[in-house]
């Protein structure tokens, strides 16, 4: 018994060749041929018999390159569908052409004959692919140069330019201005280097209007391992970056009012001090006792200062620019736990402090990491708040050339299944009411920023997370 695997393993893997004698009127199959065609070994065809195994829609094709190549010695390379003994359709090549002369007469002619299947499934895959890339995304190809070579239908239906005009330009036509030279020296350095960029471009189309495109360039190379061609696939994300923006917007609202009720809450004691010895100057002043007099301003000053520092410290809170100073990390510990310490207590947790040294340095913006802080212990609030053991601890201290901040809580270690997840954007195991799973993304992206790293550590019996940052020598 014939084995079918055997079979289709030599279908898919034999060339083989065809000869006609004009003379003799006999066609001729090389074992290669017959096994593709499912056919026995001995089998011997006629031309009719070989015509029949194509499929209806290529015979009248495949019977007039045969006429051609006999009567005008054209020779012949079509690929088209054969339906083998077994009733399997396959796909083939088969070319035809003249092999042998009788004083000046065409007496034979032949070719090769391949199956080619595996070859045509993978051509429609590809097409298929490349349908649903040009329907989805913009791509365009470009030469080592960034000279534009190629560009699809999706990519000027979104720029708004028609193919003539991008062809044998750069991307810089679609410059927007809004990224300095060093993220473009940057996205270079990357793909001449052979490894594919990845990031979001803000682009300005024909008509002026601005778009965030997500972009992905991979370097082409030739058969000596150079680098020949880029191929950019993109896709515009400003709804998106639109959509993302007005929830960071809510997200920042949010953590607003709970920071105002934070500064109403510590700001209403110096100013009942305030209120208090104004009365005291007031009175003080009629009777001529200036020694109550002077007391109350030394106090005034004091609390006027204590007003001053609380919204200095918001203000450093809600800033969006990176300006980085040598900043004291027990100094952002204490801020943090200024900002957090009315949540703390109306949830009766514990909070402690383990800071290893009160000179620790980084360099970074102070309100951001506040912020971060903030967000990290305030997570922690919301996991711990309805246990019976509830407590907060943070920890610093040294490690290597790095100072380490650990944000500890009584809680249970985060479930392994979402572990990977935690930090994506909107992510969240939170209500509606509770968080929009912005807060760990953004606070990775600031702890970034300051060449820093945030990081769950999730090896302990309690839920970690931890900022690693450079740290700067006692002496800077």
């Known amino acids: 018994?014939?084995?079918?695997?055997?079979?289709?393993?030599?279908?898919?893997?034999?060339?083989?060749?065809?000869?006609?004698?004009?003379?003799?009127?006999?066609?001729?199959?090389?074992?290669?041929?017959?096994?593709?065609?499912?056919?026995?070994?001995?089998?011997?065809?006629?031309?009719?018999?070989?015509?029949?195994?194509?499929?209806?829609?290529?015979?009248?094709l495949l019977i007039s390159k045969f006429e051609s190549l006999?009567?005008?010695?054209?020779?012949?390379?079509?690929?088209?569908?054969?339906?083998?003994?077994?009733?399997?359709?396959?796909?083939?090549?088969?070319?035809?052409?003249?092999?042998?002369?009788?004083?000046?007469?065409?007496?034979?002619?032949?070719?090769?004959?391949?199956?080619?299947?595996?070859?045509?499934?993978?051509?429609?895959?590809?097409?298929?692919?490349?349908?649903?890339?040009?329907?989805?995304?913009?791509?365009?190809?470009?030469?080592?140069?960034?000279?534009?070579?190629?560009?699809?239908?999706?990519?000027c239906k979104l720029t708004g330019y028609e193919e003539e005009d991008i062809i044998g330009r750069s991307h810089r036509i679609f410059n927007s201005g809004y990224h300095d030279n060093e993220f473009f020296k940057d996205l270079w350095s990357t793909i001449l280097s052979g490894q594919i960029w990845s990031g979001e471009i803000?682009?300005?189309?024909?008509?002026?209007?601005?778009?965030?495109?997500?972009?992905?360039?991979?370097?082409?190379?030739?058969?000596?391992?150079?680098?020949?061609?880029?191929?950019?696939?993109?896709?515009?994300?400003?709804?998106?970056?639109?959509?993302?923006?007005?929830?960071?917007?809510?997200e920042k609202l949010k953590a607003m009012s709970d920071v105002g009720r934070q500064i109403l809450h510590e700001v209403m004691s110096p100013l009942t001090v305030l209120n208090s010895h104004i009365a005291i100057v007031e009175k003080a002043a009629t009777t001529n006792d200036m020694d109550k007099v002077a007391n109350s301003i030394e106090v005034l000053k004091t609390a006027?200062?204590?007003?001053?520092?609380?919204?200095?410290d918001m203000r450093s809170l809600i800033r969006e620019e990176d300006n980085f100073v040598i900043l004291n990390i027990a100094e952002a510990i204490s801020k943090t736990?200024?900002?957090?310490?009315?949540?703390?207590?109306?949830?009766?947790?514990?909070f402690s402090t383990e800071v290893e040294s009160r000179q620790f340095k980084v360099l970074g913006n102070q309100g951001h990491?506040?912020?971060?802080?903030t967000n990290l212990v305030t997570n922690a609030i919301h996991a711990v708040k309805d246990r019976q053991d509830k407590w907060i601890k943070v920890k610093c201290y040294q490690q290597g050339s790095c100072v380490v901040l650990d944000v500890i809580d009584s809680g249970e270690k985060i479930d392994p299944s979402i572990e990977n997840r935690i930090f994506d954007t909107l992510?969240?195991?939170?209500?509606?009411?509770?968080?929009t799973g912005l807060g760990l993304s953004i606070s990775r992206r600031i702890i970034t920023r300051m060449n820093g790293q945030l990081n769950l550590i999730n090896d302990q019996e309690h839920t970690c997370f931890?900022?690693?940052?450079p740290s700067i020598s006692k002496d800077y």
């Open 70 to 155: 006999l009567r005008y010695e054209e020779n012949y390379l079509i690929d088209c569908c054969l339906v083998t003994y077994d009733k399997e359709e396959i796909w083939v090549q088969t070319t035809g052409q003249v092999i042998e002369y009788q004083s000046g007469v065409v007496t034979k002619v032949g070719g090769i004959f391949e199956n080619i299947t595996r070859e045509e499934n993978e051509r429609i895959k590809l097409e298929s692919y490349w349908h649903v890339m040009n329907e989805t995304s913009m791509v365009s190809i470009t030469d080592r140069n960034g000279n534009i070579l190629f560009v699809n239908d999706n990519f």
């Open 1 to 60: 018994m014939r084995n079918k695997a055997n079979l289709m393993h030599n279908k898919l893997s034999f060339i083989g060749s065809w000869e006609y004698d004009l003379v003799s009127k006999k066609l001729s199959w090389s074992p290669e041929t017959k096994v593709i065609h499912g056919v026995p070994l001995s089998y011997e065809p006629s031309v009719e018999e070989a015509v029949s195994f194509y499929h209806p829609r290529f015979r009248d």
């Open 304 to 312: 006027s200062a204590r007003v001053i520092e609380i919204f200095n």
């Open 427 to 435: 992510f969240t195991t939170k209500s509606k009411e509770e968080g």
């Open 466 to 469: 931890r900022i690693t940052l």
């Open 369 to 373: 990491l506040i912020q971060v802080l």
């Open 337 to 350: 736990y200024f900002f957090t310490h009315l949540k703390l207590q109306e949830s009766d947790i514990s």
């Open 202 to 250: 803000l682009n300005k189309n024909e008509d002026g209007h601005l778009q965030w495109i997500q972009t992905k360039i991979f370097p082409v190379r030739d058969f000596q391992g150079n680098i020949v061609e880029f191929i950019s696939v993109r896709e515009d994300v400003s709804e998106q970056k639109r959509q993302q923006e007005e929830v960071v917007s809510g």
